[in-house]
């Protein structure tokens, strides 16, 4: 049995910023796993594609406040670097 993936532990190369802000990224980063996972079968970032984020932000994220969108598209700005990956998102 593998052990539960950790979030925190992903991120903690990559979070800045009072304890506030980054306990907000890292409730937010296990929210958007969890949904990905949910959706796709994807339980860690590792096995993200852009899709899935752009699904997230497009779809699952449509009836939440402007602020709230904005606030979870800089997580998934902190995951991407974290990940290493190019993705610009447009949103």
């Not at 979030?7 to 800045?16: D, I, K, P, S």
């Not at 506030?20 to 990905?36: D, F, G, N, S």
Request: proline share 2%; glycine share 2%.
């Amino acid at each position: 049995m593998s052990k539960p993936f950790d979030m925190e532990l992903f991120l903690a190369g990559v979070l800045t910023g009072s304890r506030a802000t980054r306990q907000r990224h890292l409730r937010q980063a296990k929210l958007i796993q969890a949904e990905i996972s949910e959706r796709w079968q994807r339980e860690t970032p590792w096995a993200w594609q852009r899709k899935h984020v752009v699904w997230l932000l497009e779809h699952r994220l449509n009836t939440c406040s402007e602020a709230t969108r904005y606030y979870y598209l800089l997580t998934v700005r902190l995951l991407a670097r974290r990940l290493e990956k190019s993705w610009k998102f447009n949103y």
